[in-house]
Every structure is written in structure tokens, then in C-alpha cells.
């Protein structure tokens, strides 16, 4: 049975977008992609990340997201 979930409230949406925007960064590291719109450029300027690399960027998002939310992201 497929569930369908809502997320409408700007709290659960900003989290959403922090969790894709890690997800991104996670792939474009582990497979070397790239993508068409820089997740890196993004999350500099989304998130302040003061990283220069994916790497550093994924290290630190998932650091900010801990400190954020209080729990950890796990990977896919």
C-alpha cells in the first residue's frame, strides 16, 4: 500500500531541502557526478557552508543538520 505524506509547514520544508541538498552532495562524492546546477554552490550559499570541496560540504551539512535537528541523517 503506498502512503502519501504532505509536507506543508516551512519547518518541515526547509528540512526536506537540507536532507535532498545532503543527498546530493552524498551521491556527487561517492559516484564523482556532477549535476547541472552546483549543490555545492547551494549549499555555500543556502547554508553558509564555509566548505571548498563536496566532501567538507557533505561533512559539515551533516554536522549542521545534527546541530539543527537535534538527530543524525542517515545516508542512503
Request: aromatic share 10%; glycine share 10%; hydrophobic share 40%.
Amino acid at each position: 500500500m503506498n502512503e502519501t505524506v504532505v509536507i506543508d509547514t516551512p519547518e518541515g520544508i526547509a528540512r526536506y531541502q537540507m536532507m535532498v541538498a545532503i543527498t546530493r552532495l552524498h551521491i556527487e562524492v561517492k559516484t564523482g557526478m556532477g549535476s547541472r546546477a552546483s549543490t555545492l554552490a547551494f549549499v555555500k550559499q543556502a547554508y553558509g557552508c564555509p566548505k571548498g570541496t563536496k566532501k567538507g560540504a557533505l561533512e559539515w551539512m551533516l554536522n549542521h543538520y545534527k546541530a539543527t535537528y537535534g538527530e543524525t541523517f542517515t545516508l542512503p
